[in-house]
């Protein structure tokens, strides 16, 4: 009878197991992979609670990236040296770490007991190793219902911490290169901001507006992401527009404002040879239609309605807006309020009137002070 107990609770282990891996596997937002793998140890091993430290290479720290407990949100702003207590150690040298004792274990760093409150009897501690790299630790304090840990917990510890090493290794990677991603696009957005002195910040703050819009309008994070980068490129066609036509004073002629009005295909061209191409698709539309209006005034392509992409559609608003609130050679530039009536003014002739509407509400709701606006939890996702 009590083999087939402790059987039954090896599959439901097992089970649990099974389920992190499949959390992990389905999910890249790092955030959410650091709780995802806390939670999964600290309810597979039976913990009061735990702890999912992550060295940060560039500051030579080990910082919490995630803390389940009691006192998990103290926890959170704890930062220790590299080698530094028993995570330190357990990082160096890849090696678990089981103490049934805390406060009789000589490397255990005091200062985190006493800053975080929580009293830690017992412990477990174990590397997250992957490609050979301690990337972390995970640390489960105090098991719930017994008195201490025992080796047959730090082994389950340690096969998820190995699996979860991995997922955590994965979800780094993948930050890392989103945030160079990201910031080569605002480099390239900067650059070509700069060659004409009156559009200085243009293409970032069309990016900015664009998310706002779209944000109130209901797209998911993922979503004003692609609409960020597609708005910061929007006008990369002028790359291929002369100075002189760029930079020009006065109002263009109608054979510069021809050439000028290239830039919409030119940029579209220069997109559709970055690769993958799934990931530019959004862009390539934007930088090719985000003139277009929906009575079918615009160019390049003459569109209309519908069948001007949405994400092209609200560019094409924040743009506007930009445009007419900026000082230009030819304009002094009006005031949000004035630019915000202007819209009004052309949302069914030239603009859609549901973007209308969803930007010129929030420049109510702020009224009128673009500085203070800021769409929630999106400065963390490295836009805005
Ligand atoms: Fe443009």
């Not at 357990?90 to 007991?113: F, M, Q, S, Y």
């Not at 917990?153 to 290794?169: E, F, G, I, P």
């Not at 030239?350 to 509407?357: A, M, Q, W």
Request: glycine residues 6%; charged residues 25%.
């Amino acid at each position: 009878m009590e083999r087939i107990l402790e059987l039954e609770h090896k599959v439901d282990e097992l089970l649990s197991l099974l389920e992190a891996f499949k959390e992990l596997n389905s999910n890249i937002a790092i955030n959410d992979v650091f709780e995802n793998i806390l939670l999964q140890m600290v309810q597979v091993v039976g913990a009061e609670a735990g702890t999912l430290w992550v060295v940060n290479e560039e500051l030579q720290e080990i910082e919490v990236s995630a803390a389940y407990g009691p006192t998990s949100s103290a926890m959170l702003n704890i930062k220790l040296q590299k080698g530094e207590g028993i995570v330190g150690k357990v990082i160096t040298t890849g090696k678990a770490h089981l103490i049934e004792n805390v406060a009789e274990d000589p490397d255990w760093a005091k200062r985190v007991d006493q800053s975080s409150g929580f009293i830690t009897m017992s412990m477990i501690t174990v590397p997250l190793i992957a490609k050979g790299n301690s990337i972390g630790a995970l640390q489960l304090l105090n098991k719930k219902k017994e008195n201490h840990f025992t080796e047959e917990d730090v082994k389950l510890a340690l096969a998820l911490a190995n699996q979860s090493a991995l997922a955590l290794h994965n979800s780094q990677m993948y930050d890392h290169l989103y945030k160079m991603f990201i910031s080569v696009i605002r480099t390239l957005a900067k650059v070509l901001d700069a060659r004409d002195p009156y559009t200085a910040g243009h293409s970032e703050r069309v990016a900015k507006y664009s998310v706002w819009i779209a944000h109130r309008l209901g797209f998911s994070t993922g979503q004003c992401e692609e609409l960020y980068k597609a708005a910061l490129l929007h006008d990369i066609g002028k790359i291929g527009v002369s100075d002189e036509i760029l930079r020009k004073p006065t109002r263009l002629t109608q054979e510069e404002y021809e050439l000028m009005k290239q830039h919409t295909v030119i940029g579209a061209t220069i997109l559709s040879n970055m690769e993958p191409k799934s990931s530019v698709l959004n862009a390539i539309q934007t930088a090719r239609s985000h003139h277009e209006r929906i009575d079918g005034s615009g160019y390049p392509d003459r569109l209309s309605g519908d069948e001007i992409p949405l994400f092209a559609k609200i560019v094409g608003v924040a743009d506007t807006f930009d445009a007419m609130t900026t000082v230009r050679p030819y304009s002094k530039g009006h005031t949000f309020e004035e630019g915000a009536a202007e819209l009004v003014r052309c949302k069914n002739t030239l603009f859609d009137p549901n973007i209308v509407d969803a930007f010129t509400s929030i420049l109510e709701e702020c009224n009128y002070q673009l500085d203070s606006y800021e769409v929630p939890g999106f400065k963390k996702r490295e836009i805005l």
